[in-house]
Every structure is written in structure tokens, then in C-alpha cells.
């Protein structure tokens, strides 16, 4: 049975076999094992490692499609954390720019020092379908593309600036 869901599983660092390990898998619908070998190896090493899963599915609905098993949603389903989409919680926005924009300073060698209201503005009507991703990228590409001092709308995506209820201000 090990090779059977061999492809569904993914590979992990070298040092896989060290006891306390932490995985984190995007998708909560692949197979997790206590036993493995490592690529190349002959022998089945123990594995004692914690799974952080996370979906953006109903997964109560899956298993009730057969899309899901319900044994691993038991094995897997411990704690429940839900977290609402950001368009659902817009007051976390300035505090997510202010940290993007300390981030990016540090990669980019930057020293911006904030947003301006108008560009904040911007951010907080936008629907943000790609959720933090979407947000993380968009202040990256400010903090890149704009000099020293403070980010403006000049450089945000073209998706963020033409937002309708940003001509309606006008």
C-alpha cells in the first residue's frame, strides 16, 4: 500500500526523518504517512511529523459527494480554525500593508515610508479575490516600481486603480 498513493504525496526535505517536524500542505486532500521511505531508500523509516492542512472547500459536502474520505477528515480535523476571506475583513488591510511595506523595504533595500491615503483608500475598496496573495503582491509591486517616501496610486495594478467607486469620488 505504501507505493499506491505514491504520487499523491509529497516529497519531503532530507531531514524528513528527524522527530518534531512541521508540514504545511495547501491542499487538505492528500494522503499523509506515519511510515515512508525515503526516495532511493530500501527501509521504511517512522515519521513523526504534525500536518497544518488548509482548503478553501466544504469539505462536509465532499465527503458526503464521495469526494472526500471521511476517515481522513476525522485524522486530520483536530482544530478548526476559520479565517474569512480578506474582502470580509478590510479593517486588517492597512495593518497588512504596513507589514508587506517593512517586508519589501528589507528584500528591496528600500525606505518607504507608507502609504498615502488616496492609494490606502484604493486598497480597502478593492474586492481582493486572491485574498492576501493578491494584497502581499500588489504593495510588493508598489514598493518596487515607486522611489523613496511614500507609495501612491501611481504604481498600483491597473485591476485596483479602475475601480468604479473610485470614479464615482471624482
Not at 515519521?47 to 465527503?63: C, F, H
Request: aromatic share 8%.
Amino acid at each position: 500500500a505504501l507505493g499506491r498513493f505514491r504520487r499523491d504525496v509529497p516529497r519531503p526535505p532530507n531531514d524528513s526523518g528527524q522527530p518534531g517536524g512541521v508540514r504545511f500542505f495547501p491542499g487538505a486532500d492528500r494522503s499523509v504517512l506515519r511510515r515512508r521511505q525515503r526516495v532511493g531508500g530500501s527501509r521504511t523509516i517512522s515519521v513523526n511529523l504534525r500536518v497544518i492542512a488548509a482548503t478553501n472547500k466544504d469539505l462536509q459536502k465532499l465527503i458526503k459527494e464521495k469526494a472526500f474520505r471521511q476517515d481522513l477528515f476525522y485524522r486530520l480535523n483536530v482544530f478548526t480554525l476559520h479565517l474569512p476571506p480578506l474582502r470580509e475583513r478590510k479593517e486588517d488591510i492597512p495593518s497588512l500593508v504596513d507589514h508587506f511595506i517593512e517586508r519589501f523595504n528589507l528584500i528591496n533595500g528600500k525606505e518607504i515610508l507608507g502609504i498615502s491615503q488616496e492609494a490606502l483608500a484604493l486598497l480597502m475598496l478593492y474586492d481582493w479575490r486572491g485574498n492576501v496573495l493578491e494584497l502581499e503582491n500588489a504593495v510588493r509591486n508598489l514598493v518596487i516600481m515607486s522611489p523613496e517616501g511614500t507609495l501612491s496610486m501611481e504604481y498600483l495594478p491597473f485591476e485596483i486603480k479602475k475601480h468604479p467607486l473610485h470614479f464615482l469620488e471624482d
